[in-house]
């Protein structure tokens, strides 16, 4: 599943060959993502310029200008999607669900499992109802241990299932949720209530840390997103605790533990993380 770093890769991988650009076009051969394609996407888009291509938590935002009132074009990845840049002479395959044509070439949306989305939204992007509720950009400069304290205060659920929960803190899927409680060394049970202003530093850094390193090593996979073969781009890291239960711990050679949370795998070391 892409992931926020994955879904950044994408968006610097993209903005260059959209930004400036005139849309002279989409192409729809499934409309049946997550939620269906509007039936007028072609006629709202076709003739506007992209203005930036944005991000919030895991929704690209193609900002557009003209045809009368400013409007965004929302996509997101879903659990299998990936977005190339390509000839727009280039015949669609059968998982490609959506092109937008931008004079000789095209974005591409391909997405086997079609848990994706491409929706528009009219005037102010913010108040989408999928965006609206979003909480904290792990990312940026605003996200500090003062924030996470604050956002976790009187909550009595796991800090692992608050930490994946949108509306705290979005983008940190499970995979970034089990490393960077491990690099905080917090025991991803700990109720996100009881975590000290002390701990909150330690894990607002741990969860930057952790997706600037994936950031990192995807940078080098940005030219994928202009080849016409259509893999999938997503990256593989080497991770402390995520997928190694049973191994020994990189740290302290304790093995990992596996325990289920909210029908998600959760990765430890009894050890480190207390
Ligand atoms: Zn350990």
Redesign the pocket.
Known sequence: MPELPEVEITRRGIEPYLKGNVITGVRVSEPRLRWPIPRNLGARVTGRRIVQVARRGKYILIECSGNGRPGWLILHLGMSGSLRIMGSSIKAQRHDHFDLLVGKRLLRLRDPRRFGAVLWQGGDVARHPLLAELGAEPLEDAFTGAVLHAATRGRKSAVKLALMNASMVVGVGNIYANESL?HARIDPRTPAGRLSRARCDALAAAIKSTLTQSLAAGGSSLRDFVHSDGSSGYFQQQYYVYGRAGLP??????P?RLLRQGQRSTFY?????K
């Open positions: 491990f711990c990189r740290n302290c050679g304790t990992i070391c009894p050890v480190c993380q």
